[in-house]
């Protein structure tokens, strides 16, 4: 059972223990989006999270101007340490200096998605730096070296890494997209790119092709998926920008989006993140002029899409769209939420692991940010001027990430374990004026509702919950939903008895109990630890504390008190009816640990007088009711004593006992 401690201070040291080893099972916010480096000198970092405090962008000055052109990819490590940034021809460290062999890489920074990092799932010290080229145009692109992928190795040239095994070839004739997506398992990843031929038999011009990536590495037999519409030309010859546009996934896998410049369209797929193939194709009318960028709001119901304006002179003609994805006809009322302005165009789409969508914009200092993209039409917030760049250029490119690590919840919690209070905090908390927290939870009452900001809840029981956030804004209410966990204790019953008797010199091991990921033995308060194993060998008298913990953090204690084991023999009693020591008997300090008491007692000539087997039945000093006269007598007293929990050792007592009247 989990002890309930009446001592104030025991209770505080108890808490700060369980809270140290119980956020090693807290939700952490993926890190590797933290850094956005692009255009000319551009760059945001978006603050670590784990204190669960709301991340927030801040600037941060790109110190590389090559990474310009058209498209970038950056990673950090799961700590939101930078790690590299790379436009598809060359890739730096995080000291900002080119890789050894990082500068002559077979991809093109002027596609829309020219490259993508993807860590190995086990060995943490080796990213794939995947990239595509422009593809084949006979016009201005004579040899396109297709899709192909390099290894940095972390342990070469350290800490920076050093590429090597690069310029490996996937496949020949892709276009510029390129995505990633984690695995079902949460562990392997898919990478996805999209065939091109301007050829005239279009072999590999409406295909899918998907690789994964597993501990062993780079899988080249990859799936390929004829879906689609077909990037090819006609006579051989391309349609213009029929490889350009953005593909992403969902943050939560389950589709996949592209935006077909040439063809003025985009493409939503479901995809099966188990097996990496797509189906289900929703293709637009061609009515999305110049479609460029896309992205999935994070509760992945919503898509946004924008158009460019190429010439960037006509007035109006870029604009980002809203689709709802709960739509029958998704495409039918496609809701234009802004046009952009003579100057400027609109470009990539990228979400932020704050919540929020940015929006690159041409020859601007800024990037327009989405606030609320969960929320349909107007609502969705759109500031046109939303994050300053520090006087900076930005282009139409935005750093291309693995869409999985932006998989966000609207809301995170922490404190998982059945008794305690489970706090739970907004990610996004941009326009909210109000809100109202539903537990479900009726088994708390009046408690199961709150209207705080970052509400604490006691959960009656164990289980799942579907906690719903209202969220109120100007008159209106958004709602949302994250499935809440609350994790059992675990059972604990493996200290028993709750007492034992040590006999001096004996020892107990006490058993912690397989299945747990830790054990903490403590020795007469919580404030003195005595070891981490699963057992314990005591050889002491005393109060001994159990804490387990399980693998998911959850924790419970156990005691047992260990009492001394002695009996004390007297050498005399006086069985005269004065109502004092009248009978002989052995007298156990603290009763219990005695097995198998016999008691004998003998005149001196070895005649038996007693006997007894129970340990409170003493002698009066008769003989067949006859008092007995004063004298000496001997007495001998057996017992067991257990030495350790199933182990026994006898016990012989003898000597004189003098009766007196």
Request: net charge negative; hydrophobic share 35%; proline share 5%.
């Amino acid at each position: 059972m989990r002890i309930v401690l009446i001592f104030s201070g025991l209770l505080l040291v108890i808490f700060s223990y369980a809270q140290s080893f119980s956020d090693e099972c807290e939700y952490i916010p993926p890190e590797e989006a933290n850094y956005w480096y692009f255009s000319s000198f551009a760059g945001l970092v978006f603050t670590n999270s784990v204190s669960y405090d709301n991340a927030n962008t801040v600037l941060y000055y790109n110190p590389i101007e090559k990474i310009g052109g058209r498209s970038s990819s950056v990673i950090s490590d799961e700590l939101g340490n930078f790690k590299f940034v790379s436009n598809g021809q060359q890739v730096w460290g995080s000291n900002f200096e080119l890789l050894p062999h990082g500068n002559d890489l077979f991809g093109d920074p002027s596609c829309t998605q020219s490259s993508i990092f993807i860590q190995n799932p086990e060995i943490k010290n080796i990213y794939y730096l995947f990239t595509v080229d422009f593809p084949y145009d006979p016009y201005f692109h004579t040899v396109s070296y297709g899709f192909r992928y390099s290894e940095i190795d972390l342990n070469f040239n350290p800490p920076y890494g050093d590429v090597k095994n690069y310029n490996i070839l996937l496949h020949e004739d892709v276009a510029e997209k390129l995505t990633a997506v984690r695995h079902k398992n949460e562990r392997d990843v898919w990478v996805i790119t999209h065939g091109y031929d301007v050829s005239l038999n279009g072999e590999w011009a409406n295909c899918f092709y998907v690789f994964l990536v597993t501990r062993d590495g780079v899988d080249t037999n990859f799936i390929t998926n004829p879906i689609g519409k077909s990037y090819e030309g006609s006579l051989g010859f391309p349609i213009p920008n029929i490889s350009t546009g953005y593909m992403k996934s969902s943050p939560d896998g389950s589709k996949i989006a592209v935006a077909i410049t040439g063809l003025n369209s985009v493409e939503i797929f479901d995809f099966n993140n188990e097996t990496g193939v797509l189906s289900n194709c929703k293709s637009s009318p061609e009515t999305f002029k110049n479609a460029f960028g896309i992205e999935f709001s994070p509760d992945n119901s919503k898509l946004y899409v924008s158009t460019l304006d190429f010439s960037q002179t006509l007035i109006d003609s870029s604009r980002v769209y809203q689709l709802d994805l709960n739509n029958t006809d998704i495409f039918q009322n496609p809701y234009q939420i802004i046009a952009s302005h003579y100057d400027s165009a609109f470009g990539a789409l990228q979400l932020g692991k704050d919540g929020k969508i940015y929006v690159a914009r041409t020859n601007l200092s800024y990037l327009s940010v989405i606030q609320n993209p969960d929320r349909i039409g107007n609502w969705c917030n759109i500031i046109e001027n939303g994050q300053g760049l520090g006087g900076r250029s930005g282009y139409i490119c935005l750093p291309n990430f693995m869409q999985s690590y932006l998989d966000i919840p609207a809301f995170t919690y922490k404190n998982k374990c059945f008794g305690d209070t489970t706090i739970l905090t907004v990610t996004n908390d941009s326009n909210i004026e109000s809100q109202l927290w539903n537990f479900d939870d009726l088994g708390s009452g009046s408690s199961n509702t709150s209207s705080l900001s970052s509400p604490g809840h006691v959960f009656s029981n164990p289980g799942p919950y579907n906690v719903l956030l209202s969220e109120f804004y100007k008159g209106k209410s958004f709602q949302s939903s994250e499935k809440v966990v609350i994790n059992p204790l675990p059972d604990i019953d493996y200290l028993n008895p709750d007492t034992v008797f040590l006999y001096p010199g004996a020892k107990f091991t006490l058993q912690g109990g397989a299945g747990y990921d830790k054990y903490f033995w403590y020795y007469q308060s919580m404030q003195n630890p005595a070891g981490t194993n699963q057992q314990f060998i005591a050889a002491d008298t005393g109060t001994y504390y159990l804490m387990v913990v399980d693998t998911l953090c959850c924790y419970n204690i156990d005691t047992i008190v260990i009492i001394p084991s002695v009996i004390f023999v007297p050498n005399a009693f006086t069985p005269n009816g004065d109502g004092l020591n009248e009978e002989f008997m052995a007298i156990c300090l603290k009763e219990g640990g005695i097995n198998d008491f016999h008691m004998m007692v003998y005149n001196r000539w070895g005649q038996l007088l007693f006997e007894s087997h129970e340990i409170d039945e003493g002698w009066d000093g008769t003989l067949n009711n006859t008092l007995l006269p004063s004298g000496v007598y001997i007495y001998k007293i057996t017992y067991k004593v257990e030495l350790d929990f199933g182990v026994f050792d006898n016990v012989v007592l003898k000597g004189p006992l003098t009766l007196l009247r």
